[in-house]
């Protein structure tokens, strides 16, 4: 895992309950990509930055997100994104025509909430973009992935699809 | 997931306890794996042949690997297999030379016990061998994926490493 | 648990997150309960009505609780209630002076994201409710357990105590 | 919980998988019943002793559970112990007509493999002798709590049953 580096934004992936007052809040903290890195054995590369749902994500947040994939030596990256804006998000950074491999995930429903789909996305996520050659924006969601324009979010089946 | 065949062997992935008696069984009905199916929101063509801990699979068995292999209309395929003996396994594969995308996977702790570990292998096998172009024999334990020959067990750590 | 009947109201207990919207819904057909019956190898006779938020629950949903209650057979009774306002019910049941013996329980954490709270509050309500001699109202949060004028909630902590 | 003290003596509730070499371990620091406590909110006084399988508990070893639980100066004593021989270890406590109230509690299935059924299992002991007015000695489990002679284990069911 030495050559990929992984940008933590928040989103559901990153979402957890909150007892006292029944609210789901943004772990801003990677907690859930860490445990993830500790129960599959292996070690991550983890930057945490925003922290929002995605749909409170702005154009300056993104930005944000592309000087970290453009300043970093990383030629690999996975983001982890919340589902409501990811496209948003991989188009914005596919328009900029950056030599690195670029993969967006995220979840459906939360890690701490239920773990395997979350793992799941962010695991294919990580084993497409160790063997993928061509630079570009990809997306990992539900066992579909591809290039970002092909896996979006259906809304009524509750699951990202292949297009 | 149409392009992409699992055949699930058993191994330690597979197994779970027995409350009657106490001791860890092998499920060759692959109802674990198509747990990971479900809840990952995704559908998957499944195989189960042979069903046993790794230390039992003999020549024969893995000329039955062999000939799903062979026989099978798929070019990319995952195989499930217990981790003591994957690497001859592997090996006895990639003998063969066949023109397919083979990636073999596992599990330190059987997904009934702790669900993360198994599904980030499979997951991230499943990753692998969509974007991967060359044909070949490849191994995915733990966050290292590759050439069969380069994904060993370490038998002290209790996790598979990338030498 | 031949002589015990379950009344399950709703409450955070029942609670469980809709991937589609990211809310957390009531579930008010008690498949939860029904799930630690099964797990625990047992079985429960459960009733499920109202399927609200306890702050939502109003003078008529607690005559309705009353009267199932009243009507019912069974002398021991355990209801699952939202916390919220698990007070205010337990209070209007204890003004009826019923000859039975009646416990609330629920939990701080919905038992679909985390299953042990939930699971530790009912199973010790059921242990209570099996020895206990006075008739009387009783509240089962955890681990405390006793008349429901002494078991309360403390927001700050986030948990029931007793006082 | 101030006045009730658990006594952990190993048995399957406390086994876990080493990946290492594939075989179920007994651990002897009640890591998991120290988990119930943390996960359900509540602190229980816990002694951490024998840790061994109920099949390999000795008559030495029943009395040294005796003597702590004579020495001891709580009065309510909840017991983890093996499920294969928890009847002779409850029928060696009650034959010593100790004035404290003792109740017994295992699992099926480990805590660290299915985590309900263990904690419903203590979490109802725990319920059930804070009520209980009689001194005697008691087993919980599955659902069934009451005097140690009428809980046995039906091995063909694969669960303790009321008789």
């Known amino acids: 895992m030495k050559n990929i580096l992984i940008i933590s934004t928040g989103g559901t992936f990153n979402k957890y309950y909150n007892p006292k007052d029944g609210s789901l809040e943004v772990d801003n903290s990677s907690k859930y990509i860490k445990q993830i890195s500790k129960e599959w054995l292996c070690e991550f590369k983890i930057i945490s930055i925003i922290g929002k749902d995605s749909l409170d994500i702005t154009t300056k947040d993104r930005e944000e997100i592309l000087e970290y994939i453009i300043n970093s030596k990383y030629k690999k990256i996975v983001i982890v994104h919340g589902t409501d804006t990811i ?3 991989a188009k914005f950074i596919a328009s900029k025509n950056i030599s690195k491999k670029i993969i967006l995930t995220g979840a459906m429903t939360p890690f701490s909430i239920k773990k395997l789909e979350a793992t ?6 990580i084993g497409y973009i160790k063997a993928i050659r061509d630079n570009g924006v990809y997306i990992s969601m539900n066992g579909d992935i591809g290039d970002y324009r092909e896996i979006v979010k259906d809304r009524i089946l509750g699951r990202f699809i292949c297009i």
């Open 87 to 89: 496209d948003i998000t």
């Open 120 to 125: 799941a996305n962010l695991a294919s996520a």
